[in-house]
């Protein structure tokens, strides 16, 4: 067979092999317990996806991505199943949506999928506190409806199997006043009902109980210890309950708040006030803020951080300078502003470092994650190629997006391709990212050879020697490797070809 047309039967056959890649956004949502046992099916994804079943193992189809641990699919059946443990509280903290993003791979043609699954809670925590007791000094002259802060039960399980009740020891002196806000902001008082007489009961044993919403509930305790002391008549009053404020993330240390005010009725150092924050829990969250024991401002102490915690409650004690100290509290609510001070994040998951100059319109290059970290606009991203090259970004999934051939390729025009890619938010000022992906373009065998001069005059001379050359002439091919070599042959006027 003429080599010519044996290079031409090879480029057909890598065409006929050249498969363009192709990526599936879908709206499948699957729901699954968390513990979960090896083996528990999760859904049909063949059925899901339209997928012949058949065809499964020989498209090699398999679960992909960073989640690929907790997922196998059977390419029997096509059956989702869970693979290894899924601790929700691990993956979503107190998040009360959870779900993994999943990928599923097909090849034949190559079809990328995804889809989530939603991690359902269940109650495997019992509410706990984070200290085992705590010491109450109370006067015995304390007036029926003072209150006392106690700490508060945390419970990482969310919705129902969360927290829901506080409730405290049969008692004749105390009741309970449970505060709730959602789940993440119920606290309990304790208020005083019956007034205490230290003579007769100079020490009071409580037990408070969280109680959390499973059937049958989990449940943490707080043993209560209640000091009676003598004396000191009036306590500390704040103008307000409760205080609201709000600071941008960036406001630097030493910033000022608010001012909080409490005013005491008594005379000398049973009148005099010093403020201070109750943190019975070891917040690190209030620990970014500091008060002025005398005055009551509240000033930035540093590290606050919109991202990590958009508000911070704060529960501010004015406690007088008696020999047996009365004190009362109020909550300060401080909202942590979102600034643009996160630029979006460029990641390229996945990237073909060589495509064929004639690969057609669409076809994928590579994956690309974009991730901003900011709130509102803040985290609004615009992304973008600068310069002009023949291939375009697409919006996928959320915020993945593809890479892929806008124009025609030609490598003999051009080799190698940079493309910059430029991501944007949408704050003000805008912080932005610049990731360069580098693009080969491989040869397709598009170029025939071509000599210098289409018609050749040759002379020769007689009586020449057999074998002896005559003329020599050269044949240019602008493709590369074996698509570039050239052999020659002449064809004679009765059409006999002779190399």
Known sequence: MHKGNVFRHWIYFLIHLFHIWSIAATQIVYSVTEESSPG?????????????????????????????????????????????????????????????????????????????????????????????????????????????????????DVGGYSLKNYKLSPNEHFTLDVQNGGEQTMSAEMVLQKALDREKQPVIKLTLTAVDGGKPPKSGTLHITVNVQDVNDNIPVFDKSLYKVAVPENAPRGTSLISVHARDLDEGLNGEIIYSFINHDNDDNVDKFVINPTTGEITVNGGIDHEKNNAVEIRVQAKDKGSSPRASHCKVLVEITDVNDNPPEISVTSLVNVVKEDAPLDTMVGLITIKDDDADKNGVVDVKIVDSVPFKIKNTYKNHYSLVVD????????????????ASDQGTPSLSSTSVITVHVSDVNDNAPSFKEPVLNIFVKENSLVGAPIYTMTADDPDVDENAKVTYSVVSNNNKIMQ
């Open 40 to 156: 528990t099916t999760v859904g049909n994804l063949a059925k899901d996806l339209h997928l012949d079943v058949q065809e499964l193992e020989s498209r090699g189809f398999q679960i992909s991505g960073p989640n690929k641990k907790y997922f196998e699919v059977n390419v029997k059946t096509g059956i989702l199943t869970v693979t290894d443990r899924i601790d929700r509280e691990e993956l979503c903290s107190r998040n009360v949506k959870c779900s993994l993003e999943v990928e599923a791979i097909v090849n034949s043609p190559l079809n990328l999928y995804r889809f989530d699954v939603k991690i359902l809670d269940i109650n495997d925590n019992a509410p706990t506190f984070r200290i085992p007791g705590i010491v109450l000094n109370v006067s015995e002259s304390a007036f029926p409806g003072e209150r006392f802060t106690l700490p508060n039960a945390f419970d990482v």
């Open 407 to 422: 124009a025609a390729l030609d490598r003999e025009r051009a080799s190698a391709y940079n493309v910059t890619i430029v």
